[in-house]
């Protein structure tokens, strides 16, 4: 795993949480806007 990853909690995307809703997005990041 790259080291810029290695802080990210990551999850498979067919994972079924405790609330029995799948996972269908596996990594989320900060975006900005672009000027």
């Known amino acids: 795993m790259p080291t810029r990853l290695q802080e ?7 994972e079924v ?3 029995g ?4 997005l596996a ?3 900060d975006a ?3 000027n």
């Open 17 to 19: 949480t405790d609330e």
């Open 8 to 14: 990210c909690e990551i999850n498979p995307d067919d």
């Open 27 to 29: 990594f989320l990041a």
């Open 32 to 34: 900005e806007p672009v």
């Open 21 to 24: 809703d799948l996972v269908h």
